[in-house]
């Protein structure tokens, strides 16, 4: 296929526009089709922003069915994966009549694990009547599915505590070993994403893949010539994650369970394993209570400074080193202890390592939950992991998003990846934001430092909410200000609530668009990937900038790294990271060509700072105001 061809296919002669309903030709499509063709056929990196509406996911896959090469489609999570392979790709194929072979393929603990669910039901544990119903109902799906893929069974929660019980992790898993290893559906999938032409994968699974192959081990994804990752604004933090050491008091608790249950009908086993698993249990339950003085997350310095938490963090390297040797005595006697022995040996060398190695590439960092911790050590730079990576599958690269430039510049994310030199491309959105959507810049808000911010951002919200009969998001950069927010409009306002927290993120974006008026109050991963379109959405609230917390140790030390190369942290890294993030929040208001919307920006510092035009800059272009008249001029207009 000729650049010509591609853009003519997606064209207003071209199959699409005559097969496909609704299908409007756009030429930013076709601009980003070509552009995705070349860099595929010529092995190129590639960094294309196409705004919202420019329908980017066509113009990838068109030339990606089209190129005769494997090509790796990575999405930003597991609901645009399914979106993806069940929706888009199949649409596409029978436009194209494209006779290929493709594969969707998730990470393990979507997948039931066979023999976990039958060491589950023989535990015969007691469990109250929701969770003896759930198990009913995996046990008899568990018969009938041909993918074992937990997304079939709806009527199990995804939040259930079930499924970690029948699902595997890298560390449990048995392998060749398993009994039930020809029937596993993890290997099944693999195998179909090694036959596949084009295998649908997310960006958690793509790079914990590509972590192991750096570590030696199979590939589950083996030599693809094009990647392309969707929602590619999310890579910088999540390869972060795939590269660092961590270990964690939930992989410890998991392994000293699973160690217990392997006790079963193995004689002798129970009075080995029983007194060092609870003594370990014991000692991470006195580790994450010492922990309780510290702050949420901070440096891992503060641990040692502390010698009570020092004190209890050494009790649990003993006694998992103490474990890992009764282990060693029963490895053996079973595939599960064999297994456990493995876990608690990788475990407690991993301990080792994050606690003693203290160098200057890693930043070492501790987080704490309700329940338990995390200990980490992450690379300082990411840039050049990433590159070695790339080097090494001499593939096209390929990363779009709606949102990876700052004011029309690539740098930032350039930097963050180590893409040396890579094509660009910026693709406007294909909606008319000067007449479909206003920005109101409400006048007299404090600095956002001041205590009583929420409750003025709320006072100069309401008439907005009034105006256009509720149907409005208010997204928060911290969770405290959203619940006081909720606190001081249940009180205040006609129409329903809905909170994130108290409800699982898809059933309040079900009921919020279904109310017609609601009001949905939002933090973090309400930011991104929520779509809402038609008249239920018609104002986003943006409380404040949204600048990463200043208690990341990461972001802190990659701050303290750059200020030492001579790059200003603040203009070099924090605001092109916020500008990003604003991005994706106002993204939420406008997402088809019938949409009309306003969104308003609380935070005084945009008209009130240098770096504020930076932040206007990179938003779409629409009409801005500080008059709340033209709000309602606005919702007028709209109405007649």
């Not at 790796?72 to 649409?91: E, H, N």
Request: hydrophobic share 45%.
């Amino acid at each position: 296929m000729t650049d010509t061809d591609v853009s003519a296919l997606l064209g207003a002669d071209g199959p699409f526009a005559r097969e496909l309903p609704n299908f409007a030709p756009r030429a930013a499509q076709q601009a980003m089709a070509q552009a995705v063709q070349h860099a595929i056929a010529e092995r190129e990196t590639l960094i294309a922003e196409a705004g919202t509406g420019t329908g980017k996911t066509y113009a990838y896959l068109v030339p990606a069915l089209l190129s005769g090469d494997r090509v790796i489609v990575s999405t930003g999570t597991k609901a645009l994966q399914d979106q993806l392979f069940f929706r888009d790709l199949p649409k596409v194929r029978s436009v194209l009549g494209a006779r290929l072979k493709t594969a969707l393929l998730k990470g393990r603990a979507n997948y039931l694990c066979l023999y976990r669910l039958d060491q589950t039901v023989r535990e015969g544990a007691s469990f109250d009547r929701t969770q003896a119903s759930q198990l009913a109902a995996i046990r008899s799906w568990s018969a009938r599915t041909r993918h074992g893929d937990r997304m079939e069974l709806a009527e199990v929660p995804e939040e259930s505590p079930m499924w970690p019980r029948v699902t595997s992790t890298p560390e449990n898993c048995l392998g060749v070993e398993c009994p039930f290893y020809d029937d596993c559906h993890v290997v099944k999938a693999r195998r179909e994403a090694q036959e596949a032409d084009l295998v649908v994968v997310n960006h958690h699974l793509l790079f914990a893949d590509l972590a192991l192959k750096q570590e030696g081990f199979g590939e589950i994804l083996p030599g693809a010539q094009a990647f392309i990752l969707d929602e590619a604004h999310q890579i910088p933090e999540l390869a972060g994650q795939f590269f660092s050491q961590s270990i964690s008091a939930r992989q410890l608790s998991e392994l000293a369970q699973d160690a217990l249950g392997e006790c079963n009908g193995i004689t002798g086993a129970i009075g080995l394993v029983l007194e060092p698993v609870e003594a370990l249990q014991e000692a991470i339950r006195k580790l994450r209570l010492a922990m309780d003085v510290l702050p949420e997350r901070g440096p891992f310095h503060a641990l040692e400074s502390a010698s009570a938490i020092r004190d209890a963090l050494h009790d649990v390297r003993e006694l998992l080193a103490a474990l890992t040797d009764v282990l060693a005595s029963q490895a053996e006697r079973s595939r599960g202890f064999t297994n456990a022995h493995e876990r608690a040996a990788n475990f407690s060398e991993r301990l080792d390592r994050i606690v003693e190695q203290a160098n200057e590439q890693d930043v070492r960092w501790y987080e704490t939950f309700p329940r338990g911790f995390a200990l980490h050590a992450t690379p300082l730079d990411l840039a050049a992991p990433l590159r070695t990576l790339r080097e090494r599958t001499q593939a096209a690269w390929i990363h779009t998003s709606a949102t990876l430039s700052v004011a029309g510049n690539f740098d930032h994310f350039a930097r963050q990846l180590g893409l040396d030199d890579p094509q660009t491309l910026t693709l406007e959105s294909p909606f008319d934001y000067a007449r479909q959507a206003l920005c109101y810049l409400p006048p007299g808000l404090p600095d956002p430092a001041m205590r009583d911010y929420t409750e003025r951002v709320i006072d100069a919200v309401l008439p907005v909410l009034h105006t256009s009969n509720g149907r409005a998001f208010l997204l928060f950069t911290s969770h405290r200000a959203l619940r006081r927010a909720a606190d001081l409009l249940r009180e205040r306002v006609p129409w329903p609530l809905f909170v994130q927290g108290t409800a699982p993120r898809h059933r309040l974006l079900e009921e919020f668009r279904a109310s017609g008026h609601g009001v949905l109050l939002g933090a973090a991963s309400f930011w991104e990937g929520v779509d809402v379109a038609g008249e239920a959405l018609s104002v986003v609230v943006i409380d404040k900038l949204p600048f990463a917390a200043p208690d990341d140790p990461v972001l802190q030390a990659r701050l303290d790294a750059l200020e030492q190369s001579g790059i200003n942290p603040f203009m070099g890294w924090q605001v092109p990271s916020a500008v990003i993030a604003l991005k994706q929040g106002a993204g939420r208001l406008i997402r088809d060509v019938h949409d009309r919307g306003v969104l308003v920006l609380c935070d005084p510092r945009l008209l009130g700072k240098g770096y504020g035009k930076l932040f206007l800059a990179s938003l779409p272009a629409m009409p801005r105001t500080r008059e709340l008249a033209d709000v309602q001029v606005f919702f007028e207009a709209a109405e007649a």
